[in-house]
């Protein structure tokens, strides 16, 4: 069975600075990976995902992720963080096989931007 | 071109009632999954629809059920109200049957149980 660690609940950054959350990742197959947000009152949006091939995925808003299988990681990253990137981010695994339209979610990690 | 339309988009319900929840998606979707989001359990997987065949099902009980139409619209009902199905229901559908196919999410539709 496949799950996913979100290491730190809360991170707050400056505008401008750096942002990075941590996903680690639990499957027995190469897995599916996506990195969703939600803004407060609203569904999930897509912000990127890896599938195969190239191990650093480029997504919306200026976010990126690097996939390291040795590592089981999928760690999403911005090199400078804008107000607007206040909101909820979820990293989910979907582990092949028969697990159709399945996506396991981490526990999501709450981004704050302060000025 | 529309989004994934959950309605109704905030429920009242007493416990033991039963309530049911729709999903329209996007046009030319033929997948659609739906998750429970709690603050305590956070999002976890209900049940997955495609051509009108359940292809997937996630650890809830009975009372939760659902179904797909011919024209890929789908419904989840809960049966016998529970405080704990207080939560945020959200629908996502897929264009295709695979499984990296990006899933589209509704904006939910919020429960509470009194």
């Known amino acids: 069975a496949q799950s996913v660690t979100q290491l730190g609940s809360h991170v707050s950054v400056s505008e401008g600075a750096l942002v990075l959350l941590r996903c680690n990742y639990s499957?027995?197959?190469?897995?599916?990976l996506f990195w969703y947000v939600q803004y407060p009152n609203q569904g999930l949006q897509l912000l990127l995902k890896y599938t195969t091939g190239a191990t650093l995925v480029k997504g919306i808003n200026g976010f990126e992720a690097e996939f390291k299988k040795s590592e089981t990681s999928f760690h999403l990253t911005k090199p400078s963080a804008h107000m607007s990137d206040a909101a909820e981010y979820f990293c989910a695994v979907n582990a092949g096989g028969t697990s159709y339209g399945k996506l396991t979610f981490g526990q999501g990690t709450i981004l704050t931007v302060h000025p | 071109k529309a989004g994934v339309t959950q309605t109704p988009r905030y429920l009242i319900k007493t416990r033991g009632q039963q309530v049911t929840l729709s999903c329209s998606p996007i046009s030319g979707h033929r997948s659609v999954s739906w998750y429970q989001q709690t603050p305590g359990q956070g999002l976890q997987f209900l049940f997955e629809y495609f051509s009108e065949t359940q292809r997937n099902k996630g650890n809830f009980p009975g009372r939760f059920s659902g179904r797909q139409f011919s024209n890929s619209r789908s419904e989840m009902n809960v049966s016998t109200l529970e405080l704990g199905d207080s939560a945020l229901y959200l629908c996502?559908?897929?264009?295709?049957?695979?499984?990296?196919?990006?899933?589209?999410f509704g904006q939910g539709t919020r429960l509470t149980v009194v």
């Open positions: 499957s027995s197959v190469p897995p599916y």
């Open positions: 996502a559908s897929s264009l295709m049957a695979e499984l990296n196919t990006e899933a589209f």
